[in-house]
């Protein structure tokens, strides 16, 4: 793709992770778009639903007029609801209508992302329709839709890319929200350290620096003295972290040492997506 070259990371990773999402949801018989996925009350349907619309409002597409039924339980405040309108408009149509919209839409977010010439910082329509820099919103839909191609992956059955172009971009972005996590999410006390090991397909250890004001920082310097370290394997991290497990369900999977108070208060407020 020609785009800028801080860009461009962003713009692979995407076209990975959605042409993954095309090639898993093409063969589907009709049966298998109602599969639920770890995403909170959403089918495989409703996930491709969501991908279609949001892709949809980064090309300028005006967003549907749809009034949502009052009977979804996981539509809980005004993001939720806000997410729900593209998927709801399209949740009573066909496999071929899915992978149709899903093709089409991919095919012009490419040409888009290909012509391409304004600057990273250029203020666009994030996917609230905040104003953020394009840099930043092409990054959010990477790391969007690698996720979502884990749900997918998670519901059909067919794991994969856990070492993709998207994971990295993700990896990032998770540990980006580490720091509140840790400070302000399971209050560690000032002067604390804690430790995220993570292994698997993508391997990592950080520490988490809390300093005497109670403001924290994720640093690569290993810390000689933790509070608590917690290892787990990068699947488990990324479910934590994006919501789509709670701890208990994976407690086999976390390897607590240390503070075992406070590496249950930062597990409880591990998730970082909203």
């Known amino acids: 793709m020609t785009v800028h070259p801080s860009l461009e990371p962003y713009a692979d990773a995407w076209t990975h992770s959605i042409e993954a999402i095309s090639e898993l949801v093409r063969p589907l018989p009709e049966s298998d778009w109602n599969r639920a996925t770890p995403c909170p009350g959403w089918s495989v349907r409703d996930v491709v639903s969501h991908v279609i619309g949001i892709e949809c409002e980064q090309l300028g597409d005006p967003r549907p007029i749809h009034t949502l039924p009052r009977d979804l339980r996981h539509v809980v405040d005004e993001f939720t609801r806000y997410m729900e309108v593209q998927v709801d408009v399209r949740r009573h149509h066909t496999a071929p209508e899915m992978t149709s919209e899903l093709e089409y839409t991919v095919i012009r977010r490419q040409r888009q992302l290909r012509n391409e010439k304004r600057d990273p910082a250029t203020m666009v329509r994030g996917p609230l329709g905040d104003q953020v820099t394009l840099e930043h919103a092409l990054r959010l839909r990477a790391f969007d839709v690698w996720i979502h191609e884990q749900d997918l992956r998670s519901a059909l059955g067919v794991p994969g890319n856990w070492d993709s172009p998207g994971a990295y971009v993700a990896q990032d972005l998770l540990l980006a929200g580490l720091a509140k996590v840790v400070a302000k999410g399971a209050g560690a006390p000032p002067g604390s350290a804690v430790v995220l090991d993570v292994h698997g397909a993508l391997e990592f250890m950080r520490t988490v620096r809390v300093d005497p004001s ?58 970082v997506t909203p």
């Open 214 to 271: 109670g403001r924290a920082t994720v640093e690569k310097t290993p810390s000689l003295g933790p509070a608590v370290t917690l290892a787990m394997d990068w699947e488990t991290y990324v479910r934590l972290a994006a919501g789509r497990v709670r701890p208990r369900a994976v407690a086999d999977r976390v390897k607590v040492e240390g503070d075992a108070e406070l590496g249950e208060a930062i597990l409880a407020a591990f998730a």
